[in-house]
T-cell receptor, first 115, second 110 residues
């Protein structure tokens, strides 16, 4: 069945560095993908909508220069956390929809720890 | 505006007992409704979804949910809980991008 895969599943980086998280649709094409963030013991909040071949649409309060999204192909969207700080430590998860079955698939998520 | 309310932050049930997790939503159009489960340190797993048709939806792991338009609810139920059901449960509404409730943490005691 359709699967969305994220990589890396866990990453630790130093403050001030950048880290990239990949989201791939493994056996279907996704013109749109979504990035969510989950704070500890909180719900998931939509960060941005990733659009293939065009700029991402960011939700209110999400810094687009901080969270760079690139959707260069129909099967890959990347989220780059730039100049990471400890407060960026969180669980980031992506999703993509399969229109034919009206199903939304989530990646496994990526745990980011900034030290 | 779209929103999802899960009024119960934490629920504790005994293994073998029945379970009902509440979810109320606000959505401008006919809602697509979902229940996801998240185990500690893990991603999201879809339990079930509702788009149209029969308002009682069967999902995986013995879960079911009933869509009640008049009450704007989509409560999740299971007749007999297993210890492995202990996790965080999220209700969500939307079509492509989803709005999530704050989650209900389920603890199962022997």
């Amino acid at each position: 069945g359709a699967v969305v895969s994220q990589h890396p599943s866990r990453v630790i980086c130093k403050s001030g560095t950048s880290v990239k998280i990949e989201c791939r649709s493994l056996d279907f094409q996704a013109t749109t993908m979504f990035w969510y963030r989950q704070f500890p013991k909180k719900s998931l909040m939509l960060m941005a909508t990733s659009n293939e071949g065009s700029k991402a649409t960011y939700e209110q309060g999400v810094e687009k220069d901080k969270f760079l999204i690139n959707h260069a192909s129909l099967t890959l969207s990347t989220l780059t956390v730039t100049s990471a700080h400890p407060e960026d430590s969180s669980f980031y998860i992506c999703s993509a929809g399969l229109t034919e079955s009206n199903t939304i698939y989530f990646g496994e998520g990526s745990w980011l720890t900034v030290v | 505006a779209q929103s999802v309310t899960q009024p119960d932050i934490h629920i504790t049930v005994s293994e073998g007992a029945s379970l009902e997790l509440r979810c109320n939503y606000s959505y401008g159009a006919t809602p697509y409704l979902f229940w996801y489960v998240q185990s500690p340190g893990q991603g999201l797993q879809l339990l079930l979804k509702y788009f149209s048709g029969d308002t009682l939806v069967q999902g995986i792991k013995g879960f079911e949910a009933e869509f009640k338009r008049s009450q704007s609810s989509f409560n999740l139920r299971k007749p007999s809980v297993h210890w492995s059901d202990a996790a965080e449960y999220f209700c969500a509404v939307g079509k492509n991008n989803l709005f999530f409730g704050t989650g209900t943490r389920l603890t199962v005691i022997p």
